[in-house]
């Protein structure tokens, strides 16, 4: 069974702060996403990331996937308080064919206090 | 159309009712999906479909029935839930672009 194990579960900083979440895995992926969530909302995808060492950045928020595509992270510079929310990492099976299920870890709740 | 449409967005039943979850895209994705999610937890997966074929059940009770009537609707069919079964009924959907496209879900509470 394939496992993506994120940390940290609970992230509460000031507002200007920087922050890194990561997602670790044994398992290869053939791509990786990140989530963030709401409350009573669905996930929205932030980034999907390929290539083994790619970095991606989003205004403040910078996601790279390991050489190996087996761990990626979110690092968020100068927080603000609406980057509070729940953030999802997801991995596609190498295996994915036509059905692109996904595995999802644990997620990291951000708050970020004003 | 980029959304995926989920309605109703709040349901309230009792455990000896029938009611029934919508989804729709339009976006023309092949694979849909039906996700669970309790508070504070990662969505867990239900149901996949591809091609409007049920291609895998993850264990789920037979009191959840899906349905895929065509390539756009996916359809989440309830009977005698259990107090247990409130949560947050995520629907997605995938085109191959490698990233999903969730709707808002469905606040489910079971009394």
């Known amino acids: 069974t394939q496992l993506l194990e994120q940390s940290p579960q609970f992230l509460s900083i000031q507002e200007g702060e920087n922050l890194t979440v990561y997602c670790n895995s044994s398992?290869?992926?053939?791509?990786l996403q990140w989530y963030r969530q709401e409350p009573g909302e669905g996930p929205v995808l932030l980034v999907t990331?390929?290539?083994?060492?790619e970095v991606k950045k989003l205004k403040r928020l910078t996601f790279q996937f390991g050489d190996a595509r087996k761990d990626s992270s979110l690092h968020i510079t100068a927080a603000q308080t609406g980057d509070t929310g729940l953030y999802l990492c997801?991995?596609?099976?190498?295996?994915?064919?036509?059905?692109?299920?996904?595995?999802f870890g644990k997620g990291t709740k951000l708050s970020v206090k004003p | 159309d980029t959304e995926v449409t989920q309605t109703p967005k709040h349901l309230v039943m009792g455990m000896t009712n029938k009611k029934s979850l919508k989804c729709e895209q339009h976006?023309?994705?092949?694979?849909m999906y039906w996700y669970k999610q309790k508070a504070k937890k990662p969505p867990e997966l239900m149901f996949v479909?591809?091609?409007?074929?049920?291609?895998i059940n993850e264990s789920v009770p037979s009191r959840f029935s899906p349905e895929c009537p065509n390539s756009s609707l996916l359809n989440l069919h309830l009977h005698a839930l259990q107090p247990e079964d409130s949560a947050l009924y995520l629907c997605?959907?995938?085109?191959?672009?490698?990233?999903?496209?969730f709707g808002s879900g469905t606040r489910l509470t079971v009394v």
């Open positions: 997801a991995g596609r099976a190498y295996y994915g064919g036509s059905q692109g299920n996904l595995i």
């Open positions: 976006m023309g994705h092949r694979a």
């Open positions: 997605a959907s995938w085109g191959g672009n490698y990233g999903y496209t």
């Open positions: 990331v390929v290539t083994g060492g």
């Open positions: 479909y591809s091609y409007e074929k049920l291609s």
């Open positions: 398992s290869v992926f053939s791509s």
